[in-house]
């Protein structure tokens, strides 16, 4: 079901767009698309995967930029800038309307729109760039016969996918500006890039520049042979199934997920010698580390101690999944510390253990956290800290399993 839709933008333009909404049931959530450059919302790739999304039960809305399709505006006064803010100005109309959008989708540079308005739509959860330049500037090779005409006379008629369009000089300025990809560290959501190796339009290394500036959880899906407009029915159609069952992982957004349901780790050998006394060496994995003992232990302190290591195992483990969890809540955390420190206590001191007689270990950690966290999201960032799997391990039964090599 499609229903049309119009909105106010806050540079004044009405904004026309199309709203897909599930045949039955209400949505599971509601997804922003963001067409191609000079393209507009009834763009087949945009309907299709608009479609496929709805079809998975999620709600699309697609709407035409600024100057552009059944929109108000005149497309000689938009800039990148401004499409950004068409984009936010769609968000805040969905949310006041119907629901705020967890998924933000954009094709060719409406994708590289969306990573640049994604920090400013707090509800999104995951974002989707589909043939998209990891920089705005991408676009001006479109535009190469032109600019010596643009800079001189401050705009020029140029062709663009056989239609003439108005270029003036504060469009190339605007997105000579823009540093689109120096944020995409910071998104703080899940991240999706969709391309086709074979797109002459958008090279399939500009793909591979978002992906490598992103943070997890982030996901690459080839559209092997599609062509940059997603022309075959095929492809966009592909395209938004696969997109909604990767969504479906961030919109239920279940806390289970911050744990791997299997934990590896790599191989660690260490190696040492009488005469060296405490002193080994380690490789963790391809990572050289030094171990040794105190002096008062009879060591020499060139390193860390076998229990400091377990100690910074715990640390570690201990960040990562505060940072990741924070990053799927989109919770304003800053910075994460941890401190701990390993002793040995009388298990008659400890009222919450189960041996009562002898000694036991016990780790005390101490997590500093800096943000503007309300105290029921420290609270809860205090229970997420339970669940780092390498604190399940020391609260768990472990089984170690020794023999001598031949």
Not at 157 to 174: M, S
Request: with cysteine.
């Amino acid at each position: 079901m499609q229903e049309r839709v119009k909105f106010d933008t806050s540079g004044g333009a009405a904004l026309a767009g199309a709203l897909h909404l599930p045949d039955a049931g209400s949505p599971r959530a509601f997804a922003l698309f963001a067409h191609c450059f000079t393209c507009t919302k009834n763009i087949k790739a945009a309907v299709n995967i608009a479609e496929a999304l709805c079809s998975e039960g999620i709600a699309v809305l697609r709407f035409d930029f600024t100057g552009l399709g059944q929109s108000e505006g005149d497309f000689a006064d938009t800039h990148f800038s401004s499409n950004v803010q068409d984009l936010v100005d769609a968000a805040a109309f969905l949310k006041r309307e119907h629901h705020a959008p967890e998924i933000l989708v954009g094709h060719s540079l409406g994708g590289t729109a969306m990573l640049a308005a994604a920090h400013r739509i707090d509800s999104a959860v995951a974002v989707v760039t589909i043939a998209s330049p990891a920089d705005a500037e991408h676009v001006l090779h479109l535009l190469t016969e032109d600019l010596d005409s643009i800079q001189e006379k401050g705009e020029a008629t140029v062709k663009l996918a056989g239609r003439p369009f108005q270029i003036r000089k504060e469009f190339v300025e605007d997105v000579c500006a823009q540093k689109v990809r120096d944020g995409i560290r910071g998104l703080r959501k899940a991240l999706l890039v969709m391309h086709s190796p074979v797109d002459d339009l958008v090279p399939i290394e500009e793909a591979s520049r978002i992906y490598s500036s992103a943070l997890h959880p982030k996901s690459f899906i080839s559209l092997d042979n599609a062509d940059h407009l997603l022309s075959r029915d095929a492809d966009s159609r592909y395209a938004g199934h696969v997109l909604a069952a990767w969504a479906s992982r961030f919109i239920h957004d279940p806390d289970e997920e911050i744990e791997p349901a299997v934990y590896h780790t790599g191989h660690v050998v260490v190696s040492g010698k009488p005469e060296d006394i405490f002193r080994v060496s380690i490789n963790a994995d391809g990572h050289p580390l030094q171990g040794d003992e105190p002096e008062h232990y009879g060591g020499t302190d060139t390193g860390p101690s076998p229990y400091d290591l377990l100690s910074a195992a715990l640390a570690s483990c201990t960040v990562m999944t505060l940072n990741m969890y924070a990053r799927r809540k989109r919770l304003p955390l800053a910075n994460v510390r941890v401190d701990v420190q390993h002793g040995k206590i009388h298990a008659q001191d400890c009222m919450e253990c189960e041996s009562d007689t002898g000694k036991i270990d016990r780790f005390e950690r101490l997590i500093h956290l800096e943000g503007e966290l309300s105290p029921e999201q420290r609270e809860r960032l205090l229970e997420i800290a339970d669940r780092c799997p390498v604190h399940r391990t020391l609260h768990g039964e472990i089984n170690i399993l020794s023999k001598l090599q031949d």
